[in-house]
């Protein structure tokens, strides 16, 4: 199967109403974890590389290895770039072979951010190729702000509307409450504000942070509008778990695909947890 576009898989999402999960990936045992997930799950899935994946695995071979494993693949999956900051990557991306791309323009005023979102909307969509949008932003536990800072944070509903129907983005990343990395205290969501934004414009919401978001309020956010669930820091604890745990069980083992191979199968498993959360299993 050649992969699809995020926003084929986002409006069969809205219909159906569960989110699709967004699995970081930055080499080849975890983009076969997230694969063989999704086959087993019968699940449409979405490969995410972060600039920071690129540039450590190769724009080249991350783009083969998920085209090796899209050209098996018996489900819908999308390669999307997470946190695209810097134009001329995102048009690398997207000549590459992406079929999505995040632009994150998080750092400047509004209007500069919409008008540069714009342009790269413009030329993805020329092409075929999807486009995620931030507006607000959307810390790191390690940033280390006060509660009522975060709170300053979130992004005012009038602005996630302006954004989201000034650019014509596929998917909205919008600030409700979560954050990037290990939470050391439950995230509280602002439930309303997923609500408010995902009524008036029906815009399919990703949640950025979705490690450590307890079920419960993962599930009523996706009730109210949660689209597309990014995951990394899980993966990057499940898989090293358990490569910490193989090590200490076996201190002379010579062969990496011995600790490897291993993690890469508890890592499966956990995926295939999530995607029975978000309600993406059995949708392929
Ligand atoms: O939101 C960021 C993702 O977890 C990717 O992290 O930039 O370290 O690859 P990274
Ligand atoms: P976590 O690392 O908290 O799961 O966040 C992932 C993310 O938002 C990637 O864009
Ligand atoms: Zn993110
Ligand atoms: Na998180």
Not at 35 to 62: F, H, N, T
Not at 106 to 135: D, L, M, Q, W
Not at 191 to 202: E, N, P, S, Y
Request: proline letters at 4%; charged letters at 25%; hydrophobic letters at 45%.
């Amino acid at each position: 199967m050649t992969l699809v576009s995020l926003r084929t898989l986002l409006d069969a999402a809205q219909a159906g109403k569960y989110a699709v999960g967004a699995f970081n990936c930055n080499n080849m045992e975890v983009v076969q974890a997230i694969v063989a997930a999704a086959e087993e799950a019968r699940s449409p899935v979405i490969l995410q590389a972060s600039q920071g994946a690129i540039k450590y695995a190769g724009l080249d071979y991350i783009v083969s290895m998920v085209k090796a494993a899209a050209a098996k693949a018996t489900v819908p999956m999308a390669l999307h770039l997470d946190h695209g900051t810097d134009f001329n990557t995102i048009m690398a991306c997207i000549r590459a072979g992406f079929t999505s791309v995040m632009f994150d323009g998080s750092k400047y005023e509004k209007e500069e951010n919409i008008a540069r979102t714009k342009e790269i909307v413009k030329i993805a969509h020329a092409v075929g190729v999807s486009v995620e949008g931030e507006i607000g932003k959307i810390g790191g536990v390690e940033d280390d702000i006060a509660v009522d800072e975060r709170d300053a944070m979130l992004t005012p509903v009038p602005d996630a509307i302006e954004f989201y129907e000034a650019t014509g983005v596929d998917a909205l990343a919008m600030s409700f409450g979560t954050a990037h990395g290990p939470y050391k205290l439950p995230p509280k969501l602002d439930l309303d504000r997923i609500a408010a934004v995902h009524q008036k414009t029906g815009a399919p919401l990703v949640m950025h942070g979705g490690s450590g978001v307890p079920e419960e309020d993962m599930r009523k956010g996706i009730e109210l509008g949660i689209r597309k669930v990014n995951i990394d820091t899980e993966l990057r604890q499940a898989f090293l778990a358990e490569v910490r745990r193989q090590l200490a069980e076996r201190p002379d083992e010579l062969d990496p695909r011995k600790i490897f191979a291993p993690a890469r199968e508890v890592l499966k498993e956990h995926i295939k947890e999530k995607m029975r959360l978000f309600g993406c299993a059995g949708k392929a």
